[in-house]
């Protein structure tokens, strides 16, 4: 999905009613969503996993700062050496709020209802493709129970 991720914000209270202040966002997100799995799955049918077990692969890919290219031109589109290709992002947002968004905004498209998602793998990255203004790039499959594999101290 194209754009900068965007994380989900704290609550909101306006008369004691709580107010969802990123709801055009999250619409919107999950509008390009639907319109993205109608193109990849054009023989199904929304949601893909109506009532299964979901694993759900994140990177949030942010977009990085004009720091980050040669002479500070983001037009150029040229990295410096330092800006390392593969760096993860130890900044704000926080992944658990960027999560959140994503997982609010996919309801209703991919899976039902979040509570579906069994697993999760997150990365929050710099973007390393042109024009590196951010992306969020999602991968989903039906959870067969064998995905995860727990440590032996956990058995």
């Not at 990849?40 to 990085?64: A, E, G, I």
Request: glycine share 4%; with cysteine.
């Amino acid at each position: 999905m194209p754009g900068a991720p965007k994380a989900m914000r704290r609550p909101v209270f306006w008369k004691g009613h709580m107010v969802n202040t990123l709801r055009a966002e999250v619409s919107e997100f999950r509008q390009q969503a639907c319109t993205t799995l109608r193109d990849q799955f054009p023989d199904s049918t929304l949601p893909l996993f109506p009532h299964q077990s979901v694993v759900l692969k994140v990177w949030f890919c942010m977009r990085r700062p004009n720091t980050h290219f040669v002479n500070r031109n983001r037009e150029g589109g040229q990295l410096r050496a330092s800006a390392s290709l593969k760096q993860f992002v130890c900044q704000k947002p926080d992944i658990d709020n960027l999560l959140k968004f994503v997982l609010d905004a996919l309801t209703g498209s991919p899976y039902h209802d979040d509570s579906q998602v069994a697993h999760t793998v997150c990365s929050k990255v710099w973007d390393n493709a042109p024009p590196f203004n951010g992306r969020t790039v999602f991968e989903m499959t039906e959870s067969m129970g064998t995905d995860i594999s727990f440590p032996s101290w956990a058995m």
